[in-house]
């Protein structure tokens, strides 16, 4: 009786691993920044944003707005950042979660606003433009994204959560948007970090000066908490 009991336990807990549960857009948020793997070394979790060793050695570090001030006056919920401290800059992108039914996402008049936002953050700066870009192949420099994600995922899922992420450029004045239309003009959560930790798409490079002054004007981190010195990771 005991092994038998012993072996429902684990069917059990198998099954809750397997099943999908609905998660809250705060909840996805946290987990996708603090609790999955990303098979990168961690170098640091401060307050708001934590650091991975790229191979290239360079320093990702994603930093969570949601759900303060930052956000509501940014409009991104997360902000990824690529460091390259040996050169005193970094590439951003800045990204505005949504849970969406059955692959449809409404835009109500709440999210409108914060992509008009993150429009005037991001696109009105143009970030998204380099004239100097030369060298290796790469995507264009789109920097701010809507990520409609799936409201349904494994309990215990150690992978990022499952969703797309659409250039807010490419959205266009249409209130719904489903997966079948816009799957050719977004990318789904392995590759989005994957190109942007290669450097294949993400804001042009900004100096640090640049950077720290964009978050010191909408209040997302401290002096101390933007720059990255290379003697740090070394």
Not at 52 to 57: A, T
Not at 115 to 130: A, S
Not at 202 to 225: F, M, N, P, Q, V
Request: proline residues 4%.
């Amino acid at each position: 009786m005991d092994q038998l009991n012993k072996k429902r336990k684990r069917l059990v807990s198998a099954e809750r691993e397997l099943n999908p549960t609905a998660h809250t857009e705060h909840q996805l948020i946290f987990r996708d920044v603090y609790n999955i793997d990303r098979a990168l070394p961690v170098l640091e979790s401060g307050h708001g944003y934590r650091d991975f060793e790229l191979p290239d050695q360079n320093i990702l570090r994603i930093r969570v707005l949601h759900p303060d001030k930052p956000e509501h006056v940014s409009g991104a919920d997360i902000i990824y950042e690529r460091h390259s401290p040996d050169k005193d800059q970094a590439s951003i992108v800045a990204v505005q979660y949504k849970i969406w039914k059955g692959k449809s996402l409404l835009l109500s008049e709440r999210t409108q606003k914060q992509l008009d936002r993150l429009n005037k953050f991001i696109c009105e700066r143009k970030l998204c433009e380099d004239k100097t870009a030369v060298g290796a192949y790469r995507f264009p420099f789109c920097a701010a994204f809507l990520r409609p994600t799936d409201k349904l995922q494994t309990a215990n899922q150690k992978y990022i959560s499952t969703g797309e992420h659409i250039p807010i450029c490419r959205i266009g004045g249409a209130p719904k948007h489903e997966y079948k239309k816009i799957k050719s003009i977004s990318l789904n959560s392995e590759v989005f970090e994957d190109f942007f930790n290669k450097g294949k798409i993400g804001s042009r490079h900004l100096t640090y000066r640049e950077l720290s002054s964009l978050y010191k004007e909408y209040a997302i981190a401290a002096e101390d908490s933007v720059i990255i010195h290379a003697q740090e990771f070394q």
